[in-house]
């Protein structure tokens, strides 16, 4: 094995030792990693970094809870090895098979090949599709359901299925003599800092809402169920440990109150012009529209598909009542950004919005309609038919533009 400091990570040097292991309550460590160059995780934008969360609980059967993305192995073991041999490990939790949590298990049980693995039943099957060529025929996997529970020594692991958050797989666990809840992805952040808790970082609950907007978004309706699980199985909580951020530890329960606000689709009284364009027409309608909204003296948003981060205007999408997309049209159809990022927001399935569409075209028209059409199939609402103007937006085009904007005002504050 490498030494930390001397590990050659994705092209470049890896300072493994510069973050101590943080003992987060007695006997229960974080050793988890930070990708301060994280720039895009499967797509999401991460201008912040990132980090990939394990704990060590040691006890009578010394614990891991998840692992970290597999690049990162050595830095994870580095870290553990500060605290205790790494062969002594007895369990691992796995909470979550995606491979940022997971990917350095097959490396890990090099280590330690007799230590047990506790998962969910589909976690069971995903580390087998995952890792069927990598020693997992010879893993000791011990699956888990809600409720079940688990002794190593002291201290006493509780497991908490949780179906769809976001993956059918994703369990929490939940330490209960230290009431920390290790929720794997539910309630993270994409943050690359030094500090490991919430209370230290500025704004972590606007990266939470980001996180939730482009990860949890389009399983609102778990939230909801799972929230109200937690609450009649009485969980008390000092601590919420995410598998990626920071972790909260002042009044936790803000977190989860968050994430049933956000599954509510409560939005503000805003409205979100996003929009592309090609020689500068529809950016004019949509200067127009804002400042028909504007006048009305409601709350908007202009953002121009090139040059925002795609993450945090999902987010601004999530806040917002009223959203008017705007396209040129690019051979006979929208424009490829919009195209883009219809596709992603119809995954995300944000509840709630109204919607209107606006465009420009030259030689035939197609983007507009195109726009209508896809939203509708997808079961957005459309406020009013949509408006396109022929090559350029003269003053009655504005004016009409600007009137919009008085209407989409309107609606936003209904
Ligand atoms: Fe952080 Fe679903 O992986």
């Given at each position: 094995m490498l030494r930390n400091s001397e590990c050659r990570l994705d092209g470049e040097m890896q300072l493994g030792n510069e973050i101590q292991p943080i003992e987060?309550?007695?006997?229960?460590?974080?050793?988890g990693v930070v990708d301060?160059?994280?720039?895009?995780f499967h797509g999401y934008e991460t201008p912040k970094g990132g980090t990939y969360n394990s704990y060590l609980i040691i006890d009578e059967k010394i614990t891991l809870i998840d692992t970290v993305k597999g690049p990162f192995f050595d830095e994870m073991i580095g870290r553990i090895s500060q605290i205790?041999?790494?062969?002594?490990?007895d369990y691992i939790v796995?909470?979550?098979?995606?491979m940022d949590h997971s990917s350095s298990l097959p490396a890990i049980m090099q280590v330690v090949p007799k230590a047990k693995i506790f998962s969910s039943a589909k976690g069971k099957k995903g580390l087998l599709e995952h890792y069927r060529e990598m020693g997992f025929q010879n893993w000791d996997i011990e699956v888990v359901k809600t409720g079940d529970e688990i002794s190593i020594g002291k201290k006493t692991l509780q497991f908490i299925e949780v179906v769809?958050?976001?993956?059918?797989?994703s369990m929490h666990t939940y330490l209960k003599e230290d009431k920390i809840l290790f929720s794997n992805d539910a309630f993270g952040q994409h943050i690359a800092t030094s500090?490991?808790?919430?209370?230290?970082?500025?704004g972590v609950m606007e990266d939470a809402e980001i996180y939730y907007a482009n990860?949890?978004?389009?399983f609102g309706k778990q939230v909801l169920t799972y929230a109200e699980k937690i609450k009649q199985m009485g969980l008390k909580f000092d601590m919420i440990a995410p598998a990626h951020g920071v972790i909260w530890r002042?009044?936790?329960e803000r977190i989860i109150e968050a994430y049933v606000k956000w599954a509510n689709a409560e939005a503000k009284q805003s409205v979100l012009i996003i929009y592309d364009t090609m020689w500068g027409s529809t950016e004019i309608m949509a200067k127009e529209i804002l400042y028909g909204v504007e006048s009305a003296g409601v709350d908007v948003k202009l953002r121009n598909l090139r040059k925002n981060d795609w993450s945090k205007m999902v987010k601004e999408l999530m806040d917002a009542s009223v959203v008017a997309i705007g396209s040129p049209t690019q051979n006979n159809g929208m424009f490829f950004t919009i195209a883009g990022f219809l596709s992603y927001m119809k995954g995300l399935r944000p509840k709630g919005k109204k919607f209107f569409v606006f465009g420009s075209y030259g030689w035939g028209g197609g983007a507009v309609k195109g726009i209508e059409k896809e939203l509708t199939e997808s079961g957005f609402e459309i406020v009013e038919p949509g408006f396109q103007v022929n090559f350029k937006p003269f003053e009655e085009d504005r004016e009409k533009c600007r009137e919009i904007g008085s209407r989409l005002a309107s609606l936003a504050k209904k």
């Open positions: 987060i309550a007695e006997g229960v460590y974080w050793v301060w160059n994280l720039r895009d205790v041999d790494p062969a002594k490990i796995s909470n979550h098979v995606e769809m958050l976001h993956w059918p797989d500090e490991r808790f919430e209370d230290q970082v500025e990860i949890l978004m389009p002042k009044e936790p």
